[in-house]
């Protein structure tokens, strides 16, 4: 994809950039990159008063959240945004922030992130001519289906958003994308990071055959098959999945109970194995996979996921790297990376914020995003360099 898309339409308004403090680092990286591309960019209009502020040295807009001694909170926008095309990042998932609450330390959960956007979104005041909000970890996303009398608090949340003048959600790999269908006027999009996860392999490993006698894309359980399929057909490859056989006659921790791992595909010995799915919670069912994954001969497991949350500490996945149960873990940059997890040798980070970049770029310019939301082609392009670099066919 070149640096330079050849965007000659109108911008849809003065480009206001406002990554929440969870997601300043990435927030700061996009930034960067708009500039360096709005600063060389040759466009005809460039002069007309449609184009006004189109190049400068910054597009973030100051903003701040301060908190009462109670906890409470209000935002704060520094500068006009009036008639701005406003993009707001959030990454709900950040809990390294904290605040005060009457002298106690809290860390901020989901909740108290969710609840800044929505501040941000009113502190605007309907002044601003679009506004996107790019929620990578979609707020709430594992709620997205009533099987009692429960809330659904991920459709809840998306119709909130709306109600207060949000135009368009840009999600990445949301856990299920049919959640959608509570805002079906409304813009949604869940953009998945396979090119990245292919680009960050290629890059760290340099001994991979990415064919189909030596390598395999596993979905560790039926939810994850869409991403599984979508992959090995890209890559034209094998796909095999788990499916969680669980225990319905109990509840434990708001759950059943996962009694075992069944196995449905073809053989895995010999072969390089790549483990599939949105998020790494805790991370027991994918060490239980790559565990089954093992019993059955495979090579070298790799556990890739979009966002890894490691909910319970990293010392699970030191354990399994060292019996050889995992080869390598690989997740984006879209989620709080605590410095334990960037300190593993075993670690491999996909940076994102490049590709936000373009997807920001090209909706300030209404412009179709579809050629980004399919990387097929991109992926073919990496894998034919990738063998063409190593010599292989």
Known sequence: MSDLRNLETIPAGALGLIPLESC??????????????????ENAHKNSMAFKGYKRDTYIVKTDVPRFGSGEAKAIIKESVRGYDLFILVDVTNHSLTYSLCGHTNHMSPDDHYSDLKRIIAAAGGKARRITVIMPFLYESRQHKR???????????????????????????????????????????????????????CKHVDDLQIDNEHMMIISPDEG??????????????????????RDYSRIVDGRNPIVAHEFLGSSVEGKDVLIIDDMISSGESMIDVATELKKRKARRI??????????????????????GIIYKVVTTDLAYQSPELLSRDYYISCGMSKYIAYIIDTLNHDASISDLLDPNERIQKLVAKYKKEHNQK
């Open 224 to 245: 994850a098959t869409g991403r599984a399929i979508y992959l090995s057909s890209v890559l034209g490859i094998d796909m095999g999945m788990f499916y969680k056989r």
């Open 147 to 201: 099987t009692t009398r429960e809330s659904l608090d991920c459709a809840i949340a998306l119709q909130e958003l709306i109600a207060m003048g949000v135009d368009n959600i840009i999600t990445f790999d949301a856990h299920d994308p049919r959640v959608q269908n509570s805002i079906p006027l409304q813009g949604f999009e869940t953009v998945q990071p396979a090119y990245q996860f292919m680009k960050g392999i």
């Open 302 to 323: 790799f556990v890739v996921a979009t966002f890894g949350l490691f909910t319970n500490g990293m010392e699970k996945f030191d354990e399994a790297v060292e019996k």
């Open 24 to 41: 300043k680092t990435i927030g700061a990286k996009v930034d960067k990159y708009l500039v360096d591309w709005r600063e060389t960019r």
